[in-house]
């Protein structure tokens, strides 16, 4: 271990600790040396593929030493299933088809062709594989797979010009390619930087994007993987499971497209509690109610907005998980209805261990009921966390989650508000190798019996879903709030994510635009960082530059680790405070924008955070472009991630642009170099949108285009629950110098604004009827109130800007 690692571990854990982490290590180490397999021969492959078994949406073809199955469960979509090996248990799943699809098969020379109305693939005796249009454009070929004992590997070829996008949390570039990854959820270490791998939660997905077209690829196998997406061969990615049958899902289409056909297929994220798209405050810890008050207290005094608190371990008696420390928060229900007065929700970290305690009930109940995880041996398996010893529940077995939820209600009684799930990788404390369980562990795996090796991914995953079915049986009429460090492919249906323990530094904070964007186009919509790191003390430019960065992140979270100076945004005096004043308070008139985007996000799945290219992925020029992005389709965020910065260069997608802070317009594609002050960071407005914000009660930003058509969307409801909602439609056109609005909505709720305004970009009304009545002209702001047809004549305003350059 990197002696820095041994120091920061033992500031974090202490020295009693450090000495059991060698304990916890011999422990683990025994027990997989007790139970080490063969060692497995050499990689052969799969051998010949001899017959086909045409299936109504599909086929099966076997061979001696291997049998493959693909099946269209949508006409762009492919299962693709090669066997021997364990089928997986179907946790990440939520439909088993998408679309009825007939396909059409024939005979040819070299093997089989199998065809849709989208998607032709071509399957050779020896196991080839080519994806085409069925117009024979090829997309994406795969080499004949290969075994070596319950291991698969196969090796996809790749066009020079071909990125690859996605894998969940990753501290690397935006375009994977270039690199090797690891599929094995693992916690760092209490610090990380740029470039670590693997970190605490792992997708094996990913997005190309070439020449050819677009498509996702996503693999149904939770065992510890590898994917060398191009490091060992620059013109080839090779993915190796460790177990488990070799099943993936191919979706074809655009990234917008295959995102939403994923999300079918693996969960779309449910609408958020709207308070969860607020400002977070939180630190390891605020120790003590008091302490608490004072925090926030200090929000009100200094006029910041807050929504949510959080507490850290030290809530807790000793660290055991569902109890309340009663010395440190001797009324911690009376807390929470204090803070519930001044609009702030309490969020409580749980972490799985249970502390090995005779004397604790939850680790009684665990014990008679059979719940935590075992060895081989029948022993139940002991770890090291926070509280010491603990035992772990097994969240593969149904009977285990559903006890497990049952101790959230006593929680939610006191009116706490959300949960913060950590060490859910699941980590244990160990002077070497892996920080986890050993790999012989027993889990029951639905019933059908499983070890660590498969388990370990799923474990995260299971732990989210045991709460959130709890929280939605206790309280229907609610929408839970999960945070968690972990997950695997679906954990969207559950929880949000936040990045982990960032270094403070201004190399992480670039870094994490890459990783938040990647964890979208992984079907993770909502993350964001630890504003300013988590392990350490960054200056007050550092803090301030990663703060407007998160701003426009869904999980806005400020949090720190125990010993590191305060991050309180007053502690940092002027003007860093009044800046991030000025951007909490932004970000509170941006939320019927960003409930709007949860919204999409719920039912196309659509991350709110999007990489450039998303709506021009054949413009190879946005594909490497992960300095700035997307929030929704109106908004380009351009954050300022060198120190002493104050100018800095943005790429523009096609189209007309305005600058957020003045109105300047710009036309792209292109570059342009646009002013940084301190108080700033680059933001535009994509010309031809309608951007809701919370001014005045509301108010429609209207971003007039030259000509041509635009709009956008409003969803509004009664902020959580699953009550009356509705979505209005805000459409223009511009022709000349008149531009027309019309207004249609759907939905049952009414519209909770008797007046709002109209706030007209670019374009200076100068007569106005609205639903064929003239109306006053109140310079570039009207007040309305609800219409089905506006019709403006107006002129040109603004300053218009330079045309981006290459």
């Known amino acids: 271990m ?22 916890a290590a011999w422990e683990r180490d025994q027990a997989e040396r007790i139970h080490k397999p063969p060692k497995a021969p050499s990689w052969q492959p799969i ?14 073809f076997t061979g001696p030493g291997a049998e493959l199955e693909i099946r269209f469960l949508a006409p762009e979509v492919l299962r693709l299933t090669w066997t021997p090996g364990l089928l997986p248990v179907p946790y990440a799943i939520v439909r088993e088809t998408l679309e009825e699809t007939r396909v059409s098969w024939a005979s040819q020379p070299t093997g089989w062709m199998l065809e849709s109305p989208a998607v032709r693939i071509d399957v050779s005796t020896d196991g080839r594989l080519r994806f085409q249009t069925p117009a024979g454009r090829l997309w994406r070929e795969e080499d004949p797979p290969e075994r070596q004992g319950e291991a698969w590997r196969h090796r996809v ?18 375009n994977r390619r270039g690199r090797v990854y690891r599929m094995w959820n693992r916690d760092p270490g209490g610090s990380y930087g740029p470039d670590v791998d693997p970190l605490y939660l792992s997708v094996p997905l990913w997005l190309s994007l070439h020449s050819n077209g677009a498509y996702l690829v996503f693999y149904e196998n939770p065992f510890d993987a590898t994917f060398d997406l191009g490091a060992s061969e620059p013109d080839a990615a090779r993915v190796t499971f460790a177990g488990g049958a070799l099943r993936y899902y191919v979706f074809y289409g655009p990234p917008e497209r295959v ?44 006029r910041l907005p807050l929504h949510a608190i959080h507490l850290d371990i030290d809530y807790m008696d000793g660290y055991r998980v569902f109890t309340v420390d009663g010395r440190r928060f001797p009324d911690l229900a009376g807390l929470i209805r204090e803070l519930e007065g001044q609009g702030v929700r309490t969020v409580v970290i749980l972490d799985p261990g249970v502390k090995i305690d005779p004397d604790y009930s939850v680790y009684r109940e665990g014990i008679a009921r059979g719940a935590f995880c075992r060895l081989p041996d029948g022993r139940i398996y002991r770890g090291l966390v926070w509280p010491g010893w603990c035992v772990f529940p097994d969240f593969t077995d149904p009977q285990v989650r559903e006890w497990w939820g049952c101790h959230y209600p006593a929680l939610v009684e006191m009116g706490i508000a959300g949960f913060w799930h950590d060490m859910n990788e699941p980590t244990t404390f160990a002077a070497w190798g892996e920080p986890t369980f050993p790999r012989t562990v027993r889990h029951a795996m639905e019933g059908r019996g499983g070890d660590h090796s498969e388990a370990h991914n799923l474990y995260g995953l299971l732990m989210n879903r045991a709460a959130w079915e709890a929280l939605r049986r206790m309280q229907p009429d609610r929408r839970p709030f999960l945070l968690t460090r972990s997950g695997w492919a679906g954990v969207q249906r559950y929880a949000w994510n936040w990045t982990g323990d960032t270094e403070s530094t201004w190399a992480a904070l670039r870094r994490t635009i890459a990783m938040v964007i990647g964890l979208g186009l992984s079907g993770i919509p ?20 990663w703060f407007q960065a998160a701003a426009f992140m ?16 007053w502690v940092f005096g002027e003007p860093a405070l009044s800046i991030i004043r000025e951007f909490l308070h932004l970000r509170v008139r941006l939320l019927p924008y960003l409930y709007t985007l949860a919204w999409e996000a719920a039912q196309t799945g659509a991350p709110l955070v999007r990489p450039l290219f998303w709506e021009n992925e054949k413009d190879a020029s946005l594909w490497e472009m992960e300095d700035a992005f997307l929030l929704g389709s109106a908004l380009l965020v351009a954050p300022v991630v060198e120190e002493g910065s104050r100018r ?6 096609p189209g007309e642009w305005y600058h957020f802070w003045n109105d300047q317009r710009f036309t792209g594609p292109g570059s342009i170099e646009v002013e940084a002050p301190l108080e700033r960071i680059p933001v535009f407005v994509r010309a031809g949108s309608i951007l809701p914000m919370a001014e005045d009660g509301l108010t429609l930003h209207i971003y007039v285009p030259s000509a041509g058509e635009g709009g956008g969307d409003l969803y509004h409801d009664e902020g959580d629950g699953f009550g009356p909602y509705r979505v209005d439609r805000f459409r223009m056109k511009r022709e000349g110098n008149r531009l027309q609005l019309r207004w249609v909505h ?10 709002f305004t109209l706030c007209f970009h670019g374009f200076l009304p100068v007569r106005v009827m609205i639903d064929g009545q003239e109306s006053p002209v109140q310079g570039e702001r009207l007040t309305v109130r609800p219409f089905q047809e506006v019709w403006i004549e107006g002129n040109p305003s603004g300053d218009l800007g330079p045309r981006g350059g290459p």
């Open 2 to 23: 990197d002696p820095r690692k041994w120091l920061l571990a033992l500031r974090f854990v202490g020295l009693r600790t450090a000495w059991r982490a060698v304990r």
């Open 157 to 174: 070829r790749l066009r020079p010009e071909e990125r690859l996008y996605g894998l969940g949390e990753r501290a690397a570039p935006l």
């Open 746 to 755: 759907e939905g049952d709720l009414p519209w909770p604004w008797e007046n």
């Open 259 to 302: 995102l939403a056909r994923y999300t079918e297929l693996t969960g779309r994220p449910p609408l958020p509690p709207r308070w969860a798209l607020g400002f977070h405050q939180s630190r390891w810890s605020y120790g003590s109610a008091d302490e608490v008050r004072e925090v926030v207290r200090g929000f009100r005094e200094h």
């Open 526 to 545: 909502y993350t964001g960082p630890d504003i300013g790191g988590f392990s350490g003390a960054p200056s007050t430019e550092l803090f301030i530059r």
């Open 47 to 60: 051998g010949p593929l001899e017959r086909i078994a045409p299936l109504p949406d599909g086929a099966r």
């Open 648 to 653: 800095r260069k943005v790429f523009l997608p």
């Open 554 to 569: 869904p999980f806005f979270r400020s949090h720190a680790a125990k010993g590191t100076p305060r991050r309180e945004p």
